[in-house]
């Protein structure tokens, strides 16, 4: 007995190294049905013995994870026999140690081992987008991007504006020497021209002064008829915001002809294909200016002279001939159109004095009237400030003394044009608190013993 004992111990034995073996291969042992079952470390499953068999017990199944622990044995495992090595890095052809692959390092979504990418060799991809073959000769050329006219309008509209401000063409002559090239030139003369049209006349006088003075620095005599052709066929658009465009075009023309900026025959010979009916005005009006008995000279005050380069002198006539015209006409509006074309506002003390002065001499209540009705509309419209009135009132009681010479009555007449100016709420009061008044010399008479009788007040005011 203790020999067949022995001989049943080895059989069991190389039984169970067998089932190891294949289970370390192909995964699952031979007899196993897909499902894998764990076994407990002391149980075994025992088939009954008939006479004579051996007893057969199954060996244990040891499930391994990739930390090399294995699993307790007391639970059931479920886990699909073609996804139990999903997640293993062993290599699966059969040999070697069982270590992962590569040391770790490989496999879909890994970077590799550290410090690999320093022994890794440089690789250039052709197909990469930043591949730059050093067997090519590279030339490198300036590229400027194309502008636009509406985005170059924008660029340099500014520029312009902070001219009128300044008036230094040597500052514009240097913007627009940046911002221009040779395509660009002659919108600079259409630009220029159509934003004085919506300027006053002395930024108009200051456009053609930039023109003449961008001649030769930024511009050529061809880059400005280019532009003046610009604009005389955009005239029936310009003349929508502004009417008087052809004139005003005409005369721009007229003086960069005389400014030797454009030669004389481009008025008769334009280069505009067809000329439209406004373009035709401008080209007339600059042909009249241009062919004048008196020459070019009169050219330069095309534009009328500015406020600050006219003389005293004459300003005073012109805001003479202003009074005398609304007397005549009675025309609030007009007045004030004349008196902002004067663009004076530093010198419309003259203005008041002016008209204190010929509502003095008039001796007439109708045209005291007029002229307080226009100091107060001037002054309810702000054009004349505060203050000039107020010193073109003072400028009067200084010259009291002069005026009464020619006026005997000037003071009744002041104390009278005051009062209606004080009723219509414009005067303050401290111009008010300044009138002068003259007294009556009482010389000696029967009545008064022979004494001197001191000068008495005339006129008293309550203020």
């Not at 890794?120 to 000769?137: A, G, I, L, Q, V």
């Not at 985005?151 to 504006?161: A, H, N, S, T």
């Not at 005239?235 to 721009?252: H, K, Q, Y």
């Not at 005389?258 to 030669?263: F, L, N, S, Y």
């Amino acid at each position: 007995m203790s020999m067949d004992k022995m001989a049943l111990a080895a059989e069991r034995k190389m039984d169970v190294e067998t089932l190891h073996e294949d289970i370390d291969e192909d995964g699952v042992s031979d007899d196993e049905t897909p499902r894998r079952v764990a076994v407990g470390k002391d149980e075994l499953m025992k088939k009954p013995a008939g006479d004579g068999e051996r007893v057969k017990r199954k060996a244990k199944r040891l499930v391994k994870h990739n930390s090399g622990e294995r699993a307790p044995t007391n639970t059931m495992d479920f886990v699909v026999p073609h996804r139990r090595w999903k997640n293993s890095r062993r290599s699966r052809n059969g040999y070697g140690r069982g270590l992962p692959k590569k040391g770790g390092a490989g496999g879909k979504g890994v970077w590799g081992l550290p410090g690999s990418e320093i022994l890794e060799e440089d690789f250039e991809d052709h197909n990469d987008p930043n591949y730059d073959s050093d067997d090519k000769n590279i030339e490198l050329k300036e590229v400027i991007p194309d502008i636009t006219p509406e985005e170059y309008f924008k660029r340099v509209e500014p520029i312009f504006l902070e001219y009128y401000e300044h008036g230094d063409t040597l500052e514009v002559a240097q913007s627009l020497y940046e911002e221009t090239t040779e395509v660009l030139r002659p919108l600079v003369t259409s630009i220029a021209i159509e934003i004085a049209m919506d300027h006053k006349q002395s930024h108009r006088e200051m456009t053609s002064v930039l023109i003449s003075d961008l001649y030769g620095r930024v511009v050529s005599g061809r880059d400005i008829s280019r532009g003046f052709d610009m604009v005389l066929k955009n005239l029936p658009d310009l003349i929508l915001d502004t009417p008087e465009a052809p004139t005003i075009l005409g005369n721009f023309i007229a003086r960069a002809v005389a400014d030797d900026c454009v030669p004389p025959r481009y008025v008769t010979n334009p280069e505009v294909e067809e000329l439209n009916e406004h373009a035709i005005v401008a080209l007339k009006r600059a042909d009249t200016l241009l062919n004048m008995k008196k020459g070019w000279a009169h050219l330069d005050n095309v534009w009328g002279m500015g406020g600050p380069l006219r003389p005293v002198k004459i300003i005073t006539k012109q805001m003479t001939l202003l009074l005398q015209e609304y007397l005549s006409s009675r025309d609030i509006k007009e007045a004030h159109r004349c008196l902002l074309s004067l663009e004076v506002p530093h010198f419309h003390h003259e203005l008041v004095y002016e008209a204190a002065v010929m509502a003095l001499e008039s001796i007439n209540q109708s045209t005291e009237e007029a002229l307080c009705a226009l100091l107060k509309s001037l002054d309810n419209a702000c054009i004349v400030s505060p203050l000039m009135m107020e010193q073109g009132f003072q400028r009067v009681f200084d010259d009291m003394t002069d005026i009464v010479i020619d006026v005997p009555l000037a003071y009744i007449m002041l104390d009278r044009f005051i009062e209606r100016c004080s009723r219509a709420g414009f005067l303050s009061d401290k111009t008010i608190r300044n009138m002068p008044s003259r007294g009556r010399k009482r010389f000696v008479s029967e009545g008064d013993g022979g004494q001197f009788k001191p000068p008495t007040q005339s006129f008293t005011r309550d203020n």
